[in-house]
């Protein structure tokens, strides 16, 4: 694996995960208590082999680019590393990246400067566990010049995903990106021939593309220098499939895209199950971040029920149910969570961070949850202080809208970075 390069995109606006993205960029948003979303495609590198990484960025990458240089250090006696790329003005062009395509088409002379024997192309914004190290053989064995990692989707999610269709002998034959109607997702049955039947594929099962590519180095650049497309789906596949050998690669373990509020809160939830589709606990496969020297996190007195708990936490006399509860938060007494989402705490009261941010005034509450609150079906971002007595109950699925304090995504309570709810405030 020494001679693949890897490319995340760092993503764009990011609208879909208002407000969690109001203040960062996608990948830099909190993930199961103590991760970013950044490290699970970074971590997939690493476990894979592949350690020349470039993480390309744009909007609000500030805290994602801190991230990055704190967790991500190879030692000198090793050639590895991640590397931020960020838009740049050049004597070529002045605009922002336009697209998945257009940001590695203007970053190509810093990406392929390595002479790499294949680049890997990934997103930043989904969760799973890949050995790229089968998904790079596969492409060299059939003598693709393009491989597509594809995974069987139910229809709602397909709409929302670049469809692939192939033949018998898993060639790409035809591509669309975010069909919308029926009639033309109907053309990408996933075959269950190229899965296997062990493959966990419903009654109904299309062919939809993760978002991971693998291209042979001259071949990436020529598809991005005669095709001006500012994305893989809607003009540089189109090209390729007839110009080039485009293949197929099965993925049949856990997948999701968590880059939508409702996606990402059902996915952190799914972790604390049981028997969670996705496990943390892969002592093989570890998912890497930033280490913080935090002491043990304390429960007194509480019920803490199919939830995780990250360090630093403190929880007294307190009741949690199907939840997360993130680095250095605090739940007070007689208060009762249920299907939450704790991103957790950049510092603890009393400290001063970067930010300026430190104790609260006089009429804000201490930073965490206060005394005897109901939180249900919620998100509640990093450094929010929640006073006494708040009810956040859980309501029904009917739209999207927005005040000063929260925001209401299809039956979710998303409370923003910093947001102070007063004491004996009801949601």
Known sequence: MQGVTAIILGGGRGTRLYP???KRAKPAVGFAGKYRIIDIPLSNCINSGI?????????????LHRHIMRAYRFDEFSDGFVDILAAEQTTQGSDWFQGPADAVRATLDHTIYYRSEQVLILSGDQLYR?????LIRSHE???ADITICVCPVERAEARRM???GVDGSGCVRRFVEKPREDRIIDFFPAPAALFGPDAPMGDESFLGSVGTYVFKPEVLSKALSENSANDFGTGIFEWAIEHCKVMAYPFSGYWRDIGTVESFFEANIALARPHAPFNLYAPRWPIYTHCRPLPPSRVIGSEIRDSLLAEGSQITNARVFDSIVGVRSVIGEGCTLDRVVLLGEDF???ELPLMGQGRGGAEEPPIGIGKDCTIEHAIIDKNVRIGDRVVIRKKPKDGVFQTDRYWFHDGITVIPKGTVIPSGTEI
């Open 162 to 164: 670049g469809l692939v």
């Open 348 to 350: 603890y009261d009393g």
């Open 20 to 22: 969690l993205t109001l």
């Open 51 to 63: 350690k020349r990484i470039f993480v390309l960025t744009q909007f609000l990458s500030a805290s």
């Open 141 to 143: 064995n059939t003598g």
């Open 130 to 134: 890949m050995d790229f190290a089968d």
